[in-house]
């Protein structure tokens, strides 16, 4: 029997998100193809989001998630703080991704927060998935939460957690979105949340 061993060692990006196995070496190997990435460079600072694809919708309020870039770092955040809104309520979401491209596929990304002072919906980031969303009118689709790594008050601020969202066995067209809420009238619920290093990708 051969006893050589091949260490295989997948890494996304910088997201800490590492498969690894001892498989031995007439084995196929997994592979992992990026169907479509966002890593924000292409960000303005201090600019309302506007990147090709993705939509940038104010529910409640007139805040909207806004490009910023930190020491060369581009990035995706929604802070409440100041605003004069009672309520926000702020929508980014990715372009369309195909979930018939493999059987098993998935997204990953990092989000951090900051001044964040309670964990409640009040003040907290989701992430969602629709598959009849036209692409125009968010309210009017459906919207399925999804699990993820989303930051708490106890995380230190401006520490991008990674989060790797199984989708296999999904099917059709689709849309991932991340849903803010906060407030910027109510100093306990202005805290904000950043997005960064978005992918979407199969695996073989």
Known sequence: MNTRFLKVTLSVLTLGLVASCDVEETDKPVVMERLMTED????????????????NFNEVGNKKWKEEVFSGNGYAEFSSYNTGDAVNVGWLISP???????????????????HLDVDAEGNSLQVLISTNFDG??????????????????????????????????RTGKAYIAFK???????????????????IYYKID
């Open 40 to 55: 924000f460079q292409s960000a303005t600072d201090a600019t309302d989001l506007d990147i090709t694809g993705w939509v």
């Open 96 to 114: 369309q991704i195909d979930l018939d491209a493999a059987p098993k596929k998935g997204i990953a990304f990092k989000v951090a927060q900051h």
């Open 180 to 198: 803010f809420k906060g407030s910027g009238t109510d100093t306990t619920l202005d805290g904000a949340f950043q997005l960064d290093d978005f």
């Open 136 to 169: 125009t009118n968010v309210t009017a689709a459906t919207w399925e939460p999804l699990s993820a790594n989303i930051p708490k008050k106890a995380e230190s601020w401006y520490t991008f957690l990674p989060s790797n969202i199984d989708l296999s066995g």
